[in-house]
């Protein structure tokens, strides 16, 4: 199973709202990541997680937090975005090999955000 | 940063024809990947290529690391074939893939 699974499918908030994104996997995958893509461009690493610990942002506003609550589960925590974050939202994993290499990912389906 | 360069940005074929795209990168790699992202956004992995040459189907990569490059070939392309191609390497071993901009493909009956 390969499968990458990510909830909700759209989300349409609003600049004060508060709310979250899901990814989910169940192959044993111990890193765990956050890309962004907006509108015909490529997605763009946002966190990486390994064993349950963040080890890249990439100089993301704090104004988004992700959460790694467990091995199988990332979250991506969401409050006072602005409208210019409306993107689609891809999480990903991989297994880490020998000598910490990390090695192919699997994405989920994404989440579509609209800020309103 | 490396950078990582794909040709061409676009391409249109008629139902049948073969292509190959291409993937440019500035410096030696980890990982490289091949992804086709559907119309709905998912990105579904090609090929997980760092080096030598892979064949799945209709579609066939090969990486010549030490020239820094890949190409995915594509045969008797589909209407289902269409959609945007992305090469994708990590050349810093920290699991940061790094997108090239795509080659959009078309694939008219």
């Known amino acids: 199973d390969t499968e990458v699974t990510q909830t909700p499918k759209h989300l349409v908030m609003g600049m004060t709202n508060k709310k979250s994104l899901k990814c989910e996997q169940h192959?044993?995958?111990?890193?765990m990541y956050w890309y962004k893509q907006k509108a015909k461009k490529p997605p763009e690493l946002m966190f990486v997680?390994?064993?349950?610990?963040?080890?890249i942002n990439e100089s993301v506003p704090s104004r988004f937090s992700p959460e790694c609550p467990n091995s199988s589960l990332l979250n991506l925590h969401l409050h006072a975005l602005q409208p210019e974050d409306s993107a689609l939202y891809l999480c990903?994993?991989?297994?880490?090999?020998?000598?910490?290499?990390?090695?192919?990912?699997?994405f989920g389906p994404g989440t579509r955000l609209t800020v309103l | 940063g490396i950078q990582v360069e794909q040709s061409p940005p676009d391409l249109i074929l008629q139902e049948g024809a073969n292509s190959t795209l291409r993937c440019n990168f500035s410096?030696?790699?980890?990982?490289l990947q091949w992804f086709h992202q559907n119309p709905w956004g998912q990105l579904i992995n090609l090929f997980y290529?760092?080096?030598g040459t892979k064949q799945n189907g209709r579609l066939s990569a090969t990486t010549v690391a030490t020239e820094r490059y890949s190409l995915l070939y594509i045969s008797s392309s589909q209407t289902t074939d269409s959609g945007v191609y992305f090469c994708?390497?990590?050349?810093?071993?920290?699991?940061?893939?790094?997108f090239g901009q795509g080659t959009t493909l078309q694939v008219k009956p």
């Open positions: 990903a994993s991989s297994q880490e090999g020998e000598a910490s290499s990390y090695n192919e990912q699997f």
């Open positions: 192959m044993g995958h111990r890193a």
């Open positions: 997680y390994s064993y349950e610990k963040l080890s």
């Open positions: 410096d030696s790699v980890n990982n």
């Open positions: 290529i760092p080096s």
């Open positions: 994708a390497v990590d050349g810093s071993n920290t699991g940061k893939l790094i």
